[in-house]
T-cell receptor, first 111, second 114 residues
């Protein structure tokens, strides 16, 4: 079955710098790749997603890139701010309702 | 604004007791997911429903866990008997019936089994 690996498990960056989180997946049939942000004490919330017919997608300070050949996708956050501190999860889906989740990345923004 | 609600938010119980967690999906959503989150295992899918029918509960320990949707506005997850290793945060999420639907998560139930 599908397996999603996420790195790093913890990422600490200076406020204002960029952060990059990477995920790889195993099932070449996967065609939907969302990213969720989980703040302390809350449930995960979708922040951006990408489908397999698109290589890159941007929404203000966040962007996601997809390389289907290499089977990896990445989340990029530019000009990081304190409110970006959270746990970020990547996931992959092959067309059914189920998402296969990465293990999560704890992003720490240092003032 | 539309949100997934979960009750209780916190539950402390003793080993062997029955625990029931409830979820009210967003009105109009017809897929419901139950997840368990621990520090060690991340997000584990326990079960999911479409139009109130269980589609997959392979992630759920069958001997003690059960999940149901008595109606479209209520999903339940029951543990009987509970064990200390069940201590975790349990999330419910709902979504609309189309491929690649966004999952909207509730605030979770933090369960502690002593």
């Amino acid at each position: 079955g599908e397996n999603v690996e996420q790195h790093p498990s913890t990422l600490s960056v200076q406020e204002g710098d960029s952060a990059v989180i990477k995920c790889t997946y195993s099932d070449s049939a996967s065609n939907y790749f969302p990213w969720y942000k989980q703040e302390l004490g809350k449930g995960p919330q979708l922040i951006i997603d990408i489908r397999s017919n698109v290589g890159e997608k941007k929404d203000q300070r966040i962007a996601v890139t997809l390389n289907k050949t290499a089977k990896h996708f990445s989340l990029h956050i530019t000009e990081t701010q304190p409110e970006d501190s959270a746990v970020y999860f990547c996931a992959a889906s092959g067309g059914n309702y189920q998402l296969i989740w990465g293990a999560g990345t704890k992003l720490i923004i240092k003032p | 604004d539309a949100r997934v609600t979960q009750t209780p938010r916190h539950k402390v119980t003793e080993m062997g007791q029955e625990v029931t967690m409830r979820c009210q999906p967003i009105l109009g959503h017809n897929t419901v997911f139950w997840y368990r989150q621990t520090m060690m295992q991340g997000l584990e899918l326990l079960a999911y429903f479409r139009n109130r029918a269980p589609l997959d509960d392979s992630g759920m320990p069958k001997d003690r866990f059960s999940a149901e949707m008595p109606d479209a506005t209520l999903a339940t997850l029951k543990i009987q008997p509970s064990e200390p290793r069940d201590s975790a945060v349990y999330f419910c999420a709902s979504g609309k019936d189309r491929t690649h639907n966004e999952q909207f998560f509730g605030p979770g139930t933090r369960l502690t089994v002593l």
